[in-house]
């Protein structure tokens, strides 16, 4: 069995010819790592998943495709993609990858099998190539990170998991693995309602709470519906906040974001909170801030992707799809994994984890 090391410097060089195969520039990002598994050939479908994260379908003389958990969050509907492109590119057979448990985080590592190592490490190089964390920081107006909230919002940027993110920056050396175990160990729920907190809660803590200030301007967010924006304005500025589109003294908003707060920040500035809960479909607009120097940023919002099938997928992976989910309900698990040997923590020094 492989280390875990060991895995992290073979997925590096993997995902590295994986770039240049797909043709994935490594400085921009987020990585468009759906893209990347169509490149291929390889089959996608959406289903709710409530006991799999994802399964990689190769069976001799079948299509290849993957079957993704449309109920996980963005950034973990990412991960799990990079995760099962990873076993494509290592040429790795049908496999099935579990929920991991979070409650179960003090068991050892030694039991994930060589095969969830490598798609695992994979998955972190590949949306996550020095050049693109460099450019994301540099957004952020960052030379690496000082906070676990400064993790946070890299994250949001690169599409990635938060603690994956952070194990991540200390693998690449832009944190010490202690840094990197430390933040890890902090629940990205705090950290949103610490950006957010004057404002009503959310009704789940599994959407996300991007931060914004003068730094973002022109900045191009992609949130998910029931994300927020907390939008920082000079020191001292008035922050008199219209919406429905209509521009107020200091922030105009698009109809389908509301005001949920407008409260002092912690160092001075004024800090709007908008919010998305109510919009479900595709939409795309400026938000103007005329603020001392005026500036703006762009949102996006990217619902789930629709259930079923790509267009180009045939029945006979719509057959295989739903034998593996039978075989997952049934216990049984592709390869030399168990669900017991799955729910374990992987190291911070050499781990990705795509739940949070």
Known sequence: MSSW??????AHLVANRAHDDL?????????DVYGALDAPEVRIMWRPTPRLLGIYLCEPGAEKGVLLNRELTRAARRHTAAHELGHNRFGHGTHLDREIDEYLDSAPAAGWPK???EAETFAAWFLMPPPAVRAALARLGLRTADSAMQVYQLSLRLGTPYRTTARHLGNMRHITHQQAAQWSRVRPERLKASL????????????DVWLVDPASRDEH????PGDRVAVELAAGAR???V?????????SVPPWMSVVADSAAVSGCRRVVLDTADQVTPAVARVDVDDRVPWSFTVELRPPPALGLDPLTSAAFERQARDAEHRSAGGDQAGDETPE???VEIPAEISGRRMT
Do not use: F
């Open 196 to 207: 957010d907190k004057h404002a009503s809660p959310p009704g789940s803590r599994a959407c």
């Open 5 to 10: 090391a060991g895995a992290q410097r073979l």
């Open 115 to 117: 095969v969830e190592k």
């Open 221 to 224: 967010l992609v949130l998910s």
């Open 243 to 251: 919406a429905g589109g209509v521009t107020g003294n200091r922030i």
């Open 341 to 343: 040997q799955t729910r």
């Open 239 to 241: 922050a008199d906040t």
């Open 23 to 31: 043709g994935v520039a490594r400085e921009r990002y987020p990585v």
